[in-house]
């Protein structure tokens, strides 16, 4: 019987190990600076690549990985009939066109300004450029709606659904310019679909343990494989897989479970992006100039058109700074670009730079865009239509004194207790459509909404009715956001919260949340209050077995 070879420790790159090292330490750091910890990680991969650190097989494997559970986590929660909205496929279309002509007109004139690396570059290579920067990155945006708990808010609904018409433009993009066609076996591509009530079943035996985050590792890599099999881009096919299973109870469990591992692969794709070229000070001037010019345009522009299309400024302010930022797809096109001869090998560091410079910029103004829209509501308000997108509406408190931000298991719980005592006086409240319609149809008084929706808060101010309101959610940064809202706007209410860990609980009260509960302490003390009713006959006293 043959031997397993021992493990030998040694054989470990450590210059593995080191971007992951640094990649933490810039992370941290910019986490106590308040901002997302992947600002760091970009500043990390430039920082490796000034050092002469080009990017690994490792590393490249591990950013791959990432984007591939990136994106069937997605299609896990996509909807269809969103992409078959105009607001998505009218925007998307339309804003890439704009987009494309704008930047090829702006590269004209710098190439007839001769202007450094824009000297020389004909009106076709324009053109090249601009398509390349009229995308957004699907990375980025589901980073930040998922670091705010909006996943499924009608804004990052549309942003995601105008990332994917956009993602399947680049499919075609790709294909046509490389000359090939897929595969004639693509067709039995279709074949998937009679196959989704096979994955439900398998979903729902699977369990909650390893089983399911096996799945949910199989399914996006069996998909990957089979689209490039039959010539199809290997991310298409992930996605695919994720929108089989959704709509499933249990997708929403299964895009959790994954949601670590997720997290952790994509350190290597923001490590890469500063790893993808040499510094210069010719290449850093062009990122900086297409970044100052085109980006505020390019946010603009989609802020107008989403307004066009009914969305409230709200909405649409808050799906716009989610894509201001140049996309990843610009380095694929820029070595097509290459390939072609249409572009020197020096503008890949061009599109890197412009795309890590984008992120910077757009890291922060999405950190604080709910601020950012609470200063400029009213202006921006004068873009709105007088109709409203469906789904889309302002929250109207009508009656209700008791509002419960949150639709999960705590905030339902609250919000059947209070009910109980109170009446119809309590309100519920969740950002995500899905949860909504199951607390309607199961008779509950819920709304669709966002709690750091100022607009809201401003017409309940007027109303006088809203007396107390509680926060539900399990991420502590919108609980906090929440707070801080309501105190900049001096609204003046009685305000309850969850915690989950006693530096969250203080912060709380200093934020000025009159009522903390700790979920974790708090949950077993529920749990022996309800024991001791039901089974208190069983127990023999302390003065009963004394006599």
């Not at 699907?138 to 670091?147: D, G, M, N, P």
């Not at 196959?195 to 699977?206: A, G, K, M, T």
């Amino acid at each position: 019987m043959q031997e397993l070879a021992p493990l030998d420790l040694t054989a470990i790159d450590v210059m593995h190990v080191v971007p992951l090292g640094i990649a933490f330490v810039f992370g941290l750091f910019a986490q106590v600076m308040s901002l997302p910890p992947l600002i760091g990680f970009l500043a990390a991969g430039f920082l490796l690549g000034a050092m002469g650190m080009q990017t690994t097989p490792v590393l490249q494997e591990i950013a791959d990985l990432g984007i591939t559970l990136l994106l069937f986590t997605i299609g896990l929660k996509l909807h269809l009939k969103d992409l078959a909205a105009p607001v998505v496929w009218a925007t998307t279309l339309v804003h890439m066109a704009l987009i494309s002509g704008l930047v090829a007109l702006v590269v004209i004139v710098l190439s007839t300004l001769q202007l450094g690396m824009f000297a020389g570059l004909d009106q076709q290579t324009a053109l090249l450029i601009g398509f390349a920067l009229s995308f957004s990155s699907t990375v980025f945006a589901v980073k930040v709606f998922e670091a705010r708990g909006e996943m499924g808010a009608i804004h990052a609904r549309i942003a995601i659904g105008l990332l994917i018409v956009q993602d399947i433009v680049a499919v075609v993009f790709v294909a046509v310019s490389a000359g090939k066609l897929p595969s004639i076996w693509a067709l039995l591509l279709v074949g998937l679909i009679p196959l989704r009530p096979l994955l439900f079943r398998i979903l729902e035996r699977v369990g909650h343990g390893e089983l399911l985050v096996l799945l949910g590792w199989m399914l996006p890599l069996v998909g990957a494989g089979l689209f490039e099999l039959v010539g199809i881009k290997a991310d298409l096919g992930a996605l695919v897989l994720g929108v089989l299973l959704a709509g499933h109870a249990k997708t929403n469990e299964l895009a959790k479970s994954l949601l670590n591992f997720k997290d952790l692969f994509l350190i290597g794709f923001f490590l890469s992006i500063g790893l993808s070229g040499e510094l210069g000070w010719a290449s850093l001037g062009a990122a900086v100039l297409l970044v100052v010019l085109i980006l505020p345009v390019k946010t603009a522009l989609y802020f107008l058109l989403m307004t066009r299309q009914k969305m409230r400024a709200r909405s649409a302010t808050l799906a716009s700074l989610g894509l201001a930022n140049f996309s990843e797809f610009g380095l694929i096109v820029g070595a097509i670009g290459v390939k072609e001869g249409m572009l020197g090998v020096e503008w890949l560091v061009v599109f890197a730079l412009a795309l890590a410079f984008s992120f910077l910029v757009a890291s922060p103004a999405n950190t604080f865009s709910a601020r950012l829209y609470r200063r400029l509501r009213h202006p921006l308000h004068r873009f709105e239509t007088r109709t409203r997108l469906p789904g889309d509406e302002v929250i109207r408190a009508g009656k209700a004194q008791v509002v419960v931000f949150g639709m999960g298991r705590v905030g339902t719980g609250a919000y059947d207790y209070l009910r109980s005592k109170w009446g119809d006086v309590v309100l519920g409240i969740d950002i995500n459509a899905d949860y909504v319609a199951r607390h309607r149809a199961a008779g509950r008084n819920v709304a669709l909404g966002d709690a750091t929706d100022a607009d809201f808060w401003a017409r309940a101010e007027r109303s006088g009715r809203v007396r107390l309101a509680l926060l539900a959610f399990s991420d502590h940064h919108e609980n906090m956001e929440v707070a801080g809202l309501l105190g900049e706007q001096g609204f003046e209410l009685e305000l309850a919260s969850v915690a989950h860990y006693p530096d969250d609980e203080q912060e709380l009260r200093d934020a000025g949340v009159h009522a903390v509960f700790n979920f974790y302490a708090g949950a077993g003390e529920s749990f022996a209050e309800q024991v001791e009713a039901s089974f208190e006959h069983l127990i023999n006293q302390p003065e009963e077995l004394a006599g």
